[in-house]
């Protein structure tokens, strides 16, 4: 009996546009500054000389446009959409960016969000760009799902915190990568302590961090670990996260990446 072949979702990048490099920031819960950390590395490879762009694929909770200050809308053709690039040059397409008010809810089932990350690709003039960031949703859902077996995804930055289930959510985004054979690149641990600006203690505000015990056990690279730094909320919430001075936090992961 002849073998049935596996079906392929892969959808092609428009004509247009040439990208070397696709890398998924996910995470297995909310709350764990993923798209924060994902505006921080857009920005550090940008500085870095690398032409970046972000697809915000947080289709009901989308949040990079604020971080980068962007108030105006995507345009489009009759063929395709163009991204809006940030005051320093990364190209940024989100679903906020197509909506008429920031604030209209996105009330879609999960294959017509689908759909619309799929056209976040095939349909977005990008242009030549060296790496691609997508900021996906929490969880394993359908985006995910759709990324991972439509894109061609190079890799996967897990973004956590140091609590105690870690362990489960980060062992949940690496075998759901196993499956669907996507290279897991690392993972950031965000959130990760409170230096005090006065004495230089360090405080585990969330906890004590077992991030290097999980990363040996689970066999994944440790990029960096985050603290936090209220300057960073407030910039992001300023819609100036592209004036952060300091990204020395990432250099682990930007060496990964470039």
């Known amino acids: 009996m002849a073998e049935i072949p596996k079906p392929n979702f892969k959808v092609d990048l428009n004509p247009l546009s040439s990208i070397k490099k696709v890398i998924g920031i996910v995470s297995g819960k909310g709350g764990v500054g993923k798209s924060t950390v994902t505006s921080e590395l857009a920005v550090a490879l940008n500085r870095a000389g690398k032409k970046v762009g972000i697809m915000d694929a947080d289709i009901t909770g989308p949040s990079i446009p604020k971080a980068f200050g962007i108030n105006e809308?995507?345009?489009g053709s009759e063929q395709y959409f163009y991204p809006v690039s940030s005051r320093q040059g990364i190209d940024i397409i989100s679903m906020?960016?197509?909506?008429?008010?920031?604030?209209?809810?996105?009330?879609?089932r999960g294959p017509v969000i689908a759909g619309a990350v799929k056209q976040f690709w095939t349909d977005v003039v990008w242009g030549e760009k060296d790496v691609l960031l997508i900021d996906m949703?929490?969880?394993?859902?359908?985006?995910?799902?759709?990324?991972?077996?439509?894109?061609?995804?190079?890799?996967?930055?897990?973004?956590?915190?140091?609590?105690?289930?870690?362990?489960?959510?980060?062992?949940?985004?690496?075998?759901?990568a196993k499956m669907m054979n996507i290279n897991v690149t690392g993972v950031i641990e965000n959130y990760s302590y409170f230096?005090?600006?006065?004495?230089?203690?360090?405080?585990?505000?969330?906890?004590?961090?077992?991030?290097?015990?999980?990363?040996?056990?689970?066999?994944?690279?440790?990029?960096?670990?985050?603290?936090?730094?209220?300057?960073i909320a407030k910039k992001m919430d300023q819609g100036k996260i592209e004036e952060i001075s300091d990204l020395s936090h990432l250099n682990n992961t930007i060496k990964e990446l470039i």
């Open 137 to 176: 949703p929490p969880g394993t859902g359908d985006v995910p799902l759709t990324i991972f077996q439509s894109l061609p995804v190079d890799g996967i930055i897990i973004v956590t915190s140091p609590q105690d289930l870690v362990s489960m959510v980060v062992e949940k985004a690496v075998n759901m």
């Open 195 to 231: 230096q005090c600006p006065n004495c230089g203690e360090k405080v585990n505000i969330f906890g004590e961090s077992h991030i290097e015990d999980i990363s040996k056990e689970k066999n994944i690279k440790l990029l960096d670990r985050i603290p936090i730094d209220p300057n």
């Open 73 to 75: 809308k995507a345009r």
């Open 96 to 108: 906020n960016l197509l909506l008429e008010n920031d604030t209209d809810p996105v009330i879609w």
